[in-house]
């Protein structure tokens, strides 16, 4: 066994890591909303008002922070009128993004708002800039957060919501570069600039305004966000970026059926995402030094080609240990630059993309993906604190080993993710400025391709794991293909 070095200094505190770094996203796409969170009263699946209970206990169990809605690509052409009021009179649309069926807006704001409070998570609104209106989107705001006496505010009482909403993040317009809009940054920044002047703090509630950032590397959109906008205008601007394991929309690969060096490909794309974010940062840093602009990953994750069988429009793949090693990355990715990343939303949280909860029927499992978010999450709220490791690498030069620590209330959070297909790896991790007495460990680890599916929903899932402390310094031994999570007191 490769043995490595790797060092912790708890007294150099770097940064705190936002809840909201542990973010997901829900989409009117495929079977995201519809069967898979959002059932209606009348169904033989156990729900409170439509929305399936066994889906509120899991999402309470990764301590989901935060969940940002309707879309997407979907939030462009989303007019929340059309889902307010009773089910009967709720005016039908096509969706004509995702695969071009009925959207009956049954799932709505109200029960949007009432996910989130069964929760226990922020609610992350995405307005429609691309075909809506600024009165269409001030009046949105209005009736969510303000108490009383205007047309707005009594009509969502009329609707069975007395008090008003808490909601801090408004997305305002999404992907506006490709399917919001197709606009030129020169043009959404103004138009972003004019629309959230319209958004207004009522009732004690203070709006967190995010602007459509980049796409991927394109640095130029960001440097033309931040030349023109500044913390009176915008919160954080939101970069997209999603991990094609052959790096071609037209043929992505299979998210279950790959080789080792897709595998590492896999990886090697996922690490891009360090790149992309120092390189938005940069440009960030350049006009907003004092840093009060936060970056959010808005959307990320592994996007495949869709489970052979289902509709294409509705983007429905299998989550397998690849996919475990991807979010492991991603998010110590995340918590290593949370001095600027104040939120990251994973695409998507049920039955589209990298989910971490798949639905058949009154079905549901956790998958692979849903397990790193749980070993991860006591790094919620946490400092990151420095760490190193000397590392190895990979037969695609990719480094085989990522991590990152946090402290919060006295206990140290280490997560740590073998890459490597090939070798496991002794890691001896020398421990500063941290009185450590006990320690307690979990651990995911399987053969790549495995997955969790309805026959066998257990097939991946979370062992405990005996991590040793000798001499004050931290040994764990990490089998290829696994994420750790150890917790030090
Ligand atoms: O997550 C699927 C789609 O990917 C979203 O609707 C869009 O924002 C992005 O292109």
């Not at 303000?146 to 707005?152: A, E, F, H």
């Not at 993040?169 to 606009?183: K, V």
């Not at 991603?330 to 589209?352: E, G, K």
């Not at 990979?394 to 090939?422: C, F, H, R, W, Y």
Request: hydrophobic share 35%; glycine share 8%; proline share 3%.
């Amino acid at each position: 066994m490769k043995k490595i070095k790797m060092s912790i200094n708890a007294l150099d505190k770097k940064s705190h890591i936002n809840p909201e770094i542990y973010g997901h996203f829900s989409e009117h796409l495929g079977r995201c909303i519809y069967n898979g969170i959002y059932v209606g009263k009348d169904s033989s699946i156990p729900n409170t008002n439509g929305i399936r209970n066994d889906v509120i206990e899991a999402f309470k169990e990764i301590k989901m922070p935060v969940l940002r809605w309707p879309g997407g690509c979907f939030a462009d052409e989303y007019h929340w009128k059309d889902g307010i009021g009773e089910n009967e009179t709720r005016k039908k649309m096509v969706n004509t993004n995702w695969g071009g069926v009925t959207e009956d807006n049954s799932f709505g704001t109200h029960e949007f708002m009432q996910l989130c409070e069964l929760v226990g998570c922020e609610p992350y609104i995405a307005g429609n800039l691309g075909s809506g209106s600024i009165q269409e989107l001030a009046e949105w705001v209005e009736y969510m957060t303000l108490d009383g006496g205007t047309p707005m505010s009594e009509l969502r009482k009329k609707n069975g919501r007395e008090k008003p909403w808490k909601l801090k993040y408004l997305g305002i317009g999404n992907e506006s570069w490709g399917c919001g809009g197709t606009m030129r940054p020169e043009y959404y920044v103004d138009e972003y600039r004019r629309y959230q002047s319209f958004c207004k703090n009522f009732s004690g509630n203070t709006l967190f305004k995010v602007a459509c950032g980049p796409s991927a590397d394109d640095y130029s959109w960001t440097e033309c966000l931040m030349k023109n906008l500044n913390k009176f205008t915008a919160n954080a601007i939101a970069l997209h970026y999603y991990t094609l394991p052959t790096g071609s929309w037209d043929k992505k690969g299979s998210a279950t059926d790959f080789s080792n060096e897709e595998y590492y490909d896999t990886v090697s794309r996922t690490l891009f995402m360090d790149e992309l974010i120092t390189r938005h940062v940069e440009i960030m840093n350049r006009y907003n030094p004092e840093k009060d602009i936060g970056l959010i990953v808005d959307e990320w994750g592994c996007w495949y080609d869709v489970e052979p069988g289902t509709n294409p429009g509705f983007l429905y793949q299998q989550n397998t240990m690849r996919d475990a090693i991807i979010a492991a990355l991603n998010l110590n990715i995340f918590n290593n630059h949370s001095d600027r990343v104040v939120m990251a939303n994973i695409a998507q949280a049920v039955n589209v993309l990298q989910s971490v909860i798949l639905t058949d029927g009154e079905k549901l499992l956790k998958t692979p993906t849903f397990h790193v978010f749980d070993l991860y999450k006591t790094h919620q709220g946490g400092e990151l604190v420095y760490s190193w490791n000397e590392n190895e690498k990979n037969s695609n030069g990719t480094p085989a080993i990522s991590q990152s620590v946090s402290v919060k209330d006295g206990k140290m959070t280490v997560t740590i993710a073998n890459t490597s297909l090939e070798s496991d790896y002794e890691i001896e991790c020398d421990l500063y400025g941290f009185d450590a007495k006990s320690v307690s460990a979990r651990i995911l680890t399987s053969e790549v391709h495995s997955y969790n599916d309805f026959d066998n929903i257990d097939n991946v899932s979370v062992k405990p794991y005996n991590a040793e402390l000798l001499g004050g310094k931290l040994i764990v031994k990490l089998p290829e293909c696994s994420v750790l999570s150890v917790v030090i007191e």
